[in-house]
Nanobody, 125 residues
Framework: QVQLVESGGGLVEAGGSLRLSCAASERTYNNYAMGWFRQAPGKEREFVAAISTHGVGKYYADSVRGRFTISRGDARNTVFLQMNWLEPDDTAVYYC??????????????????WGQGTQVTVSS
């Protein structure tokens, strides 16, 4: 199983920016689709963004489209989530995920089989 490690979370004021990073333990990760999910206290884990195999397609939740950008790093074992114009409702633990197979919707957390430990993002009003 691929190991994933997130970093870059923190506390920011509304309107500010953060950049999350996810490093995978295998260089073959570029052949896998990757996603970001988040979970706020008392709420279910929800889809944030995903990038398809080789980065051809990028997908976003309606709530973050136009503010967040997912991308792959040049190191080919990292994926980033640039978050701009953050809002208090963006406060959550953010998780990086990897889908090693070809099946399942990128919008569904059940489609992913490797997860990071999560990084806290807190946006103050």
């Amino acid at each position: 199983q691929v190991q994933l490690v997130e970093s870059g979370g923190g506390l920011v004021e509304a309107g500010g920016s953060l950049r999350l990073s996810c490093a995978a333990s295998e260089r073959t990760y570029n052949n896998y689709a990757m996603g970001w999910f988040r979970q706020a206290p008392g709420k279910e884990r929800e889809f944030v963004a995903a990038i398809s195999t080789h980065g051809v397609g990028k997908y976003y939740a309606d709530s973050v489209r136009g503010r967040f950008t997912i991308s792959r790093g040049d190191a080919r074992n990292t994926v980033f989530l640039q978050m701009n114009w953050l809002e208090p409702d963006d406060t959550a633990v953010y998780y990086c995920a990897l889908r090693s197979g070809d099946g399942g919707s990128l919008y569904e957390f059940r489609s992913y089989d490797s997860w990071g430990q999560g990084t806290q993002v807190t946006v103050s009003s």
